[in-house]
């Protein structure tokens, strides 16, 4: 039999592309204090802002002032 298939191309693993691109695979898992604390301050400050949102919209309008006040601006920023 006579198989005229093209050879199969050896496929680069993610480390050989890049060092071929002239990168080496590396992740630093290293934080300073300071980094720890701000990615903790912006992790605590989600509770207290989605409290205050649902405080003042659920009693003022409740589920559908919610939905349309966050519908409307999203229309009017992508007719941008």
């Not at 592309?17 to 990615?39: D, H």
């Amino acid at each position: 039999m006579n198989d005229n298939k093209a050879p199969q191309e050896r496929k680069l693993t993610d480390e050989e592309l890049l060092a071929s691109l002239g990168y080496k695979q590396e992740f630093k898992r290293a934080f300073a204090p300071l980094e720890v604390f701000g990615i903790a301050f912006s992790i605590i400050g989600l509770l207290p802002s989605i409290a205050s949102v649902l405080f003042y919209a659920l009693p003022n309008g409740g589920g559908p002032s919610m939905v349309w006040g966050v519908s409307i601006p999203d229309i009017a920023r992508s007719r941008g």
